[in-house]
């Protein structure tokens, strides 16, 4: 058939083929890609700078093998590591509340990048406190690279659908139409369908509330797996920079779930819908969680420093680690990785599919308050993080972890099935995705999806 008569006979798929057909990828249009780089360009930033965190605020200056500044210890830094992800994740909602009732999301994404480049010039002033070791560089890099975005943004600002502020339109005091016209004779601006809609992202929140020790155990990557790390052999590699095996894994891990797990599993006619995989997910964590436990007791048992690496005069000033080395902690990244496609890429789209348009920056908002909750149960357990009693807290954040596995399937298996109605309604769309795509970017009406 001509490819241009394919072309012209584009069209919106129907109810029954949306529900029945497997979707699959199309074209990405260049304004996706500049999206993708302003995002990439935050995260950037982001990890650029806390990541060296842990040995700058845990080691001291005269550490050799492992680089430090403060030397506040492996607890301390632990604490202050957590206690900046709460902040870093009860700030956006504020701004989700202002952008979803007063300038809207594209205002709020450019404030965003303006105070994220204020708060970075911030870190070259704190790195002048050790200019030898070169910190100051490390910081001054994303400074510069969370730049990039603002004039691509400016420039393709035109191809994005701006979605502006709901203005008082989401008060949770909100009635339906007919019951506030009978009790208080009023006309309301919303409907029946905004309070189903409420009612839907109620429910979100209910499943997002239960990620609280989740985040706590993904929080490890940044602060105790780094010191885990650090008391191992490193060979060439510095003990901040093997936890990129996580985002590597992420990228290997990710294709083999969506293209063989889930139509593997689909294909056996078992039901693996979003609720089962969060239990998995939390099961799956709960592995990682157990396996750095025994891996520390591992570390444990060999010298030259035993329970207390690089810490006794046998380590020759901390420049001897135990004789283990650093790429057993390999499963634990892999694990997290598998438990993070399974739970935060899915607690993502079933937050953003149930939450009501107009305040869904809130929800996704509501979403990071949810890991604000776990970096501060983090600070709390940070007494915990010093040898030999770091083992414990890896033991009890996997018993925690997979007893609630089963509480969370009890508590929410239902939802699967009731996600099925709520298709039939329209109020979600069966692949949040599409939705994502159809409501906050679109491309030229040419390059429209079918």
């Given at each position: 058939?001509?490819?241009?008569?394919?072309?012209?006979?584009?069209?919106?798929?129907?109810?029954?083929?949306?529900?029945t057909l497997p979707h699959v990828v199309?074209?990405?249009?260049?304004?996706?890609?500049?999206?993708?780089?302003?995002?990439?360009?935050?995260?950037?930033?982001?990890?650029?700078?806390?990541?060296?965190?842990?040995?700058?605020?845990?080691?001291?200056?005269?550490?050799?093998?492992?680089?430090?500044?403060?030397?506040?210890?492996?607890?301390?830094?632990?604490?202050?590591?957590?206690?900046?992800?709460?902040?870093?994740?009860?700030?956006?909602?504020?701004?989700?509340?202002?952008?979803?009732?007063?300038?809207?999301?594209?205002?709020?994404?450019?404030?965003?990048?303006?105070?994220?480049?204020?708060?970075?010039?911030?870190?070259?002033?704190?790195?002048?406190?050790?200019?030898?070791?070169?910190?100051?560089?490390?910081?001054?890099?994303?400074?510069?690279?969370?730049?990039?975005?603002?004039?691509?943004?400016?420039?393709?600002?035109?191809?994005?659908?701006?979605?502006?502020?709901?203005?008082?339109?989401?008060?949770?005091?909100?009635?339906?139409?007919?019951?506030?016209?009978?009790?208080?004779?009023?006309?309301?601006?919303?409907?029946?369908?905004?309070?189903?809609?409420?009612?839907?992202?109620?429910?979100?929140?209910?499943?997002?509330?239960?990620?609280?020790?989740?985040?706590?155990?993904?929080?490890?990557?940044?602060?105790?797996?780094?010191?885990?790390?650090?008391?191992?052999?490193?060979?060439?590699?510095?003990?901040?920079?093997?936890?990129?095996?996580?985002?590597?894994?992420?990228?290997?891990?990710?294709?083999?779930?969506?293209?063989?797990?889930?139509?593997?599993?689909?294909?056996?006619?078992?039901?693996?819908?979003e609720i089962s995989r969060m239990t998995?997910?939390?099961?799956?964590?709960?592995?990682?969680?157990?396996?750095?436990?025994?891996?520390?007791?591992?570390?444990?048992?060999?010298?030259?420093?035993?329970?207390?690496?690089?810490?006794?005069?046998?380590?020759?000033?901390?420049?001897?680690?135990?004789?283990?080395?650093?790429?057993?902690?390999?499963?634990?990244?892999?694990?997290?990785?598998?438990?993070?496609?399974?739970?935060?890429?899915?607690?993502?789209?079933?937050?953003?599919?149930?939450?009501?348009?107009?305040?869904?920056?809130?929800?996704?908002?509501?979403?990071?308050?949810?890991?604000?909750?776990?970096?501060?149960?983090?600070?709390?357990?940070?007494?915990?993080?010093?040898?030999?009693?770091?083992?414990?807290?890896?033991?009890?954040?996997?018993?925690?972890?997979?007893?609630?596995?089963?509480?969370?399937?009890?508590?929410?298996?239902?939802?699967?099935?009731?996600?099925?109605?709520?298709?039939?309604?329209?109020?979600?769309?069966?692949?949040?995705?599409?939705?994502?795509?159809?409501?906050?970017?679109?491309?030229?009406?040419?390059?429209?999806?079918?």
């Open positions: 058939m001509d490819a241009q008569f394919v072309e012209r006979e584009r069209r919106d798929a129907t109810e029954d083929e949306v529900n199309d074209s990405i249009p260049l304004i996706v890609w500049v999206a993708l780089i302003a995002g990439a360009s935050e995260r950037f930033t982001y990890y650029a700078v806390t990541t060296p965190w842990q040995n700058y605020m845990q080691n001291d200056s005269d550490s050799i093998e492992v680089p430090g500044v403060l030397g506040l210890g492996q607890a301390t830094a632990t604490n202050i590591s957590n206690a900046f992800s709460f902040f870093s994740f009860m700030a956006p909602l504020p701004f989700a509340i202002l952008s979803d009732a007063r300038i809207g999301r594209y205002k709020t994404l450019c404030i965003s990048f303006m105070f994220t480049n204020i708060g970075s010039l911030s870190l070259i002033a704190s790195t002048y406190l050790e200019r030898e070791v070169g910190f100051w560089a490390a910081y001054l890099l994303p400074l510069c690279s969370v730049w990039i975005p603002i004039p691509l943004l400016l420039f393709w600002q035109k191809s994005f659908v701006i979605l502006y502020s709901a203005q008082e339109r989401f008060r949770l005091d909100a009635a339906k139409p007919a019951f506030q016209a009978e009790k208080y004779g009023r006309t309301v601006p919303w409907d029946n369908l905004f309070v189903m809609e409420i009612r839907m992202g109620l429910k979100a929140c209910k499943v997002m509330a239960c990620f609280v020790p989740f985040y706590l155990c993904i929080n490890q990557i940044n602060n105790n797996f780094v010191s885990q790390a650090g008391q191992m052999k490193l060979g060439f590699i510095p003990n901040d920079t093997i936890q990129a095996l996580n985002p590597i894994a992420c990228v290997l891990l990710g294709p083999i779930i969506q293209k063989i797990l889930y139509p593997g599993l689909q294909n056996h006619g078992i039901a693996f819908g998995w997910a939390f099961i799956t964590i709960s592995s990682s969680m157990a396996f750095a436990a025994g891996l520390q007791k591992l570390i444990y048992t060999r010298g030259p420093c035993y329970e207390y690496p690089r810490s006794f005069p046998a380590s020759d000033g901390g420049k001897i680690p135990n004789n283990i080395s650093v790429w057993v902690q390999t499963p634990s990244y892999f694990l997290l990785a598998f438990a993070e496609i399974l739970g935060f890429t899915t607690l993502s789209e079933y937050s953003y599919s149930k939450a009501p348009k107009d305040m869904r920056s809130l929800v996704q908002a509501l979403r990071q308050v949810t890991a604000a909750i776990g970096s501060a149960l983090g600070m709390a357990l940070s007494p915990v993080a010093v040898d030999p009693k770091v083992t414990y807290l890896y033991t009890g954040l996997a018993a925690t972890m997979i007893a609630a596995a089963p509480f969370f399937w009890v508590a929410f298996r239902n939802y699967d099935n009731i996600d099925d109605e709520l298709n039939e309604t329209g109020l979600i769309q069966p692949d949040s995705r599409d939705e994502m795509e159809e409501t906050t970017i679109r491309a030229h009406p040419s390059e429209d999806r079918i």
